[in-house]
């Protein structure tokens, strides 16, 4: 049996406005270093320990994993980012406020924007300034990778190569590996890990900075999962999802 912990990050500046994230760089709110800390102190009540850490190349993963390592002194543990862990591209519907795309479009397609399968808002062009060909991190990718819109079928494919490559080699060499990602690049791995299909998939709820295991089998499936913490906790931040699941803090 294989073990992982999956980790959303913690509650981002525009997570707390309602505003459509996806690759614009924000950070952490102070509730979202709270929610850091707090995993760190999961991990260390509960006798974790991690060998390598993966995130995506936004702040608000790579803070929370600097936070979790720092409250836990290990920060000689070595972080691997990469682009494919990245929270879907939202496209033009990214830096927009939910709500108001609601009363615009209606509630019915921005959910369909938001937790559909395949199911892309409108992409933007290669001058606007929220496009990625435009930013310094994401220079070194070959044009072709760089979307101007995402579906979730799209992140799926990114995060399972990356997956597959990468991380599924530490896990099978017996390092404990935490993965420190978004909303949706969770939900698309998590996808393959319990062979869920894409319409129960807009139903997983993942609240932010509470630590997920997975116990995996050796074909690396779910045997079971589990969340860490206090479990009148978790219940309340899913049930907070849940209530507002059309246009919660979501990205």
């Not at 002194?73 to 990245?86: G, T």
């Not at 044009?143 to 990356?162: F, G, Q």
């Not at 990602?181 to 698309?188: E, F, I, K, V, Y």
Request: proline fraction near 5%; hydrophobic fraction near 35%; glycine fraction near 4%.
């Amino acid at each position: 049996m294989y073990k992982i912990v999956l980790l959303r990050h913690g509650e981002s500046e525009w997570n707390a406005l309602n505003l459509f994230t996806g690759w614009t760089d924000v950070d952490l709110t102070e509730q979202g270093i709270k929610e850091s800390k707090n995993a760190a102190k999961i991990f260390l009540k509960r006798g974790y320990t991690f060998d390598i850490i993966f995130t995506s190349v936004l702040k608000r993963c790579i803070k929370t994993a600097w936070i979790i390592l720092d409250e836990m002194d290990a920060m000689w543990v070595p972080i691997k980012r990469s682009w494919k862990l990245n929270e879907r591209f939202d496209g033009d519907l990214q830096g927009k406020n939910k709500v108001e795309m609601a009363k615009k479009y209606g509630e019915e397609q921005v959910f369909l924007w938001r937790r559909g399968w395949d199911n892309p808002a409108q992409p933007i062009p290669e001058s606007d300034p929220r496009h990625p060909i435009n930013h310094r991190k994401y220079q070194t990718l070959k044009k072709e990778e760089i979307p101007s819109i995402e579906s979730l079928k799209d992140v799926e494919k990114r995060v399972k190569s990356y997956w597959l490559k990468e991380i599924v080699p530490e896990i099978i060499k017996g390092e404990k590996v935490l993965i420190i990602a978004h909303g949706n690049s969770l939900r698309a791995l998590i996808k393959d890990l319990n062979d869920i299909s894409p319409e129960k998939l807009s139903q997983i709820n993942i609240p932010s900075g509470i630590p997920c295991v997975y116990e995996l089998n050796n074909e690396l499936k779910t045997i079971r999962s589990y969340y860490l913490g206090d479990p009148s906790e978790i219940q309340n931040a899913i049930q907070l999802m849940v209530d507002a699941h059309k246009f919660t803090k979501e990205n």
